[in-house]
């Protein structure tokens, strides 16, 4: 538990991590706003959120590779759009089947008759496959990272499950320490009126960090022999 705690405290175990905390708050602040917008929204929202998502990943691939430190400066903007698209193309990838069952069984589950009964069903499907995805994306990340980030090796799910195999007490603890967090996040934003935005938007960069560093950790530990 020692790692998980040390990543909770890591954004702002530094001097100087002010500035760059708030910047990437702001930046995820910004595009949530921007999605509001009809239409071109969506655009805008990712747009602003590949920034932090590739500054999020910098910090990850820097401590799976035993580069250890405070929060980096936000330098080569160009890389961290780079790194925060290819990051979020290969959630996308883990996500997508999950998300197209829950939103069909949720159109189904108003629908209401038999519908409903499948509607629940595809439900209970999409969450459940959703929750296994986002279990296997950390090590995907890792094995992305060390493999010449080609998305390919993302997407090896046998490897990828014998690198978890190896670490699986500290991976499992981590990742359900974020899950729950998501989950608090989550409940703020949708509870609060406004400042559950606001909440939401650095609180989700806080996690990104922290998770950061624990899983490229946990990670460079199984894949010792190849980073």
């Given at each position: 538990?020692?790692?998980l705690?040390?990543?909770?405290?890591?954004?702002?175990a530094?001097?100087?991590?002010?500035?760059?905390f708030i910047?990437?708050?702001?930046?995820?602040?910004?595009?949530?706003?921007?999605?509001?917008?009809?239409?071109?929204?969506?655009?805008f929202?990712?747009?602003?959120?590949?920034?932090?998502l590739?500054?999020?990943?910098?910090?990850?691939?820097?401590?799976?590779?035993?580069?250890?430190g405070?929060?980096?400066?936000?330098?080569?903007?160009?890389?961290?759009?780079r790194?925060?698209?290819?990051?979020?193309?290969?959630a996308?990838?883990y996500?997508?089947?999950?998300?197209?069952?829950?939103?069909l069984?949720?159109?189904?589950?108003?629908?209401?008759?038999?519908?409903?009964f499948v509607?629940v069903?595809?439900?209970?499907?999409?969450?459940?496959?959703?929750?296994?995805?986002?279990?296997?994306?950390?090590?995907?990340?890792?094995?992305?990272?060390?493999?010449?980030e080609?998305?390919?090796a993302?997407?090896?799910?046998?490897?990828?499950?014998?690198?978890?195999?190896l670490?699986?007490?500290?991976?499992?603890?981590?990742w359900v320490a974020?899950?729950?967090?998501?989950?608090a996040?989550l409940?703020?934003?949708?509870?609060?009126?406004?400042?559950g935005?606001?909440?939401?938007?650095?609180?989700?960069?806080?996690?990104?960090?922290?998770?950061?560093?624990?899983?490229?950790?946990?990670?460079r530990?199984?894949?010792?022999?190849?980073?």
């Open positions: 538990m020692g790692n705690e040390r990543a909770l405290k890591y954004p702002f530094e001097e100087g991590w002010g500035p760059k910047l990437g708050g702001v930046l995820n602040f910004i595009g949530a706003a921007m999605g509001f917008i009809p239409y071109l929204g969506v655009i929202w990712l747009l602003f959120s590949f920034f932090p590739g500054y999020a990943y910098t910090i990850f691939r820097s401590h799976l590779e035993g580069r250890e405070p929060l980096p400066g936000w330098e080569g903007w160009g890389d961290l759009f790194r925060g698209l290819y990051v979020f193309l290969i996308l990838g996500g997508i089947v999950p998300g197209i069952l829950y939103w069984g949720l159109n189904l589950w108003y629908g209401g008759g038999f519908a409903a509607g069903f595809l439900l209970i499907l999409g969450v459940g496959i959703g929750l296994v995805a986002f279990f296997l994306l950390p090590m995907a990340l890792a094995l992305y990272a060390s493999e010449g080609g998305l390919a993302a997407f090896r799910w046998k490897g990828i499950v014998e690198k978890i195999w670490v699986q007490r500290d991976y499992f603890s981590g974020g899950l729950v967090l998501f989950l996040l409940f703020l934003k949708t509870q609060l009126l406004y400042i935005w606001i909440l939401y938007s650095f609180g989700f960069f806080y996690l990104s960090l922290s998770m950061a560093n624990l899983f490229g950790k946990i990670s530990e199984a894949l010792k022999d190849e980073v």
